[in-house]
C-alpha cells in the first residue's frame, strides 16, 4: 500500500523533468522555427569549433546544423563521430549534405560514378544524421545534350533511389535547388519544385538576395526577396509531401545594394523567413564565420525577450 502511495507522486516529478531540457536526440523537428547554420566538411569535423558555435549560438535558436560529408568533388566519406554526438547531445536537428554532381552534370553520369553516390548517401544515412541533404542534384547551367523531359526523369530516377536508402534508415530527404526554380516552371538544369516535391521532405532554395544579378528591387530589399521565394515555393508545394526551408545569405557579397547594415540585412532575412509557413532557415557561409548572424539573432531577440530556447 505505501508503494502504491507513492505511484502519484512519481507520475508528478516525472511529468516535472519533462519539462526540464534534455540532451538527447531529437525524435522530431524542433518546435517552433528551425534555424540553422552550414559547416563545411572540415570545419564540420573541428569539434571544438562546433563546439563553439552551439554554445554561442543555442541560446539563439540555432537548432539545425547541415555538416557536409565529402571533399570538393569527391565520394570519399569524411565524419567526425564525436561532432555527431556532441550535436545530438545539444537536442540540434543534423542533416549531412551530399553533393551529387559538382558543379551539375553536362553528361549523364556513368554507372560506377552513380554507384558511387548512392554508397556515399547510404554512408551518411546510416551516420546517425536525421536527414541527407541533396546538392547539386542537377545538369550544368549551360547547354547539355538532352531534352528537358529526358533530365527531369533522369533526375527522378536519382530521387527515387535516394528515397528508398533513407527510408530505410527512418530519417528524412532534403534538397537543395537555385533559388530562381520557385520562379520557374521549368528550367534548363532539369530541377522542377513538384518533381522533387515526389520524394523529398524539404526544399532548400537557395534564394540568396545578392545572387539576383542585374534585378535592383531583389538585390536591394532582402526581406521581400526571401518572402516572396519562399511564399511561391509553398505554393507550389501546397498538397505535396515537401515543405520549404530557404537558404539565406550569410555573406556580405552584394549587400551594399540594400542600404542596410550587413546584420540588418540578416535580420530582415530571417523575419521574411519565419513570416511565412517555412519549416525556417538554413544561414549559408562558407567559413562558417556566424558572429554577424548571431548578433542579427540577439538583435532580434531585443525584440522580442522571450526565451529562444527551452
Known amino acids: 500500500m505505501k508503494i502504491r502511495s507513492l505511484f502519484p507522486l512519481l507520475l508528478l516529478a516525472m511529468a516535472y523533468c519533462s519539462t526540464a531540457p534534455v ?32 554554445e554561442r549560438g543555442r541560446p539563439l535558436g540555432i537548432n539545425y546544423v547541415v555538416v557536409d560529408v565529402q571533399p ?15 550535436l545530438k547531445s545539444k537536442n540540434v536537428y543534423i542533416a549531412g549534405r551530399v553533393v551529387c554532381f559538382q558543379d551539375g552534370l553536362t553528361r549523364k553520369a556513368s554507372e560506377e560514378k552513380l554507384k558511387s553516390l548512392y554508397e556515399l548517401i547510404e554512408k551518411t544515412a546510416a551516420a546517425g544524421f536525421d536527414e541527407v541533404q541533396l546538392d547539386y542534384i542537377r545538369f ?38 537555385f533559388g530562381r526554380v520557385v520562379y520557374n516552371k ?20 537557395m534564394l540568396y538576395p545578392s545572387h539576383f544579378t542585374g534585378d535592383r528591387k531583389r538585390l536591394s530589399n532582402p526581406g521581400f526577396t526571401i518572402h516572396e521565394g519562399t511564399t511561391k515555393g509553398l505554393d507550389r508545394l501546397n498538397g505535396t509531401r ?25 535580420v530582415a532575412q530571417i523575419k521574411a523567413a519565419e513570416s511565412t509557413e517555412a519549416r525556417g532557415w538554413v544561414a549559408w557561409n562558407a567559413r562558417a564565420e ?21
Open 23 to 54: 540532451e538527447e536526440t531529437p525524435e522530431s523537428e524542433p518546435a517552433g522555427p528551425m534555424r540553422g547554420i552550414y559547416l563545411d566538411v572540415n570545419r564540420g569535423r573541428n569539434l571544438d569549433l562546433v563546439k563553439g558555435l552551439i
Open 72 to 86: 570538393y568533388a569527391s565520394y570519399r566519406f569524411l565524419l567526425n563521430p564525436e561532432v555527431i554526438q556532441y
Open 140 to 177: 550544368a547551367d549551360d547547354y547539355t545534350p538532352y531534352s528537358l523531359q529526358s533530365k527531369y526523369d533522369y533526375i527522378e530516377d536519382i530521387l527515387k533511389k535516394s528515397r528508398s536508402i533513407v527510408d530505410k534508415h527512418n530519417i528524412k530527404l532534403g534538397a537543395d535547388l
Open 186 to 205: 521549368d528550367d534548363l538544369i532539369g530541377q522542377k519544385l513538384e518533381n522533387f516535391a515526389k520524394y523529398v521532405d524539404v526544399i532548400y532554395p
Open 242 to 266: 515537401s515543405t520549404i526551408q530557404p537558404f539565406i545569405q550569410a555573406f556580405g557579397y552584394n549587400v551594399g545594394y540594400a542600404r542596410m547594415s550587413y546584420r540588418d540585412y540578416i
Open 290 to 310: 556566424y558572429d554577424t548572424l548571431f548578433q542579427a539573432l540577439e538583435a532580434l531577440q531585443k525584440e522580442n525577450p522571450e526565451p529562444a530556447v527551452q
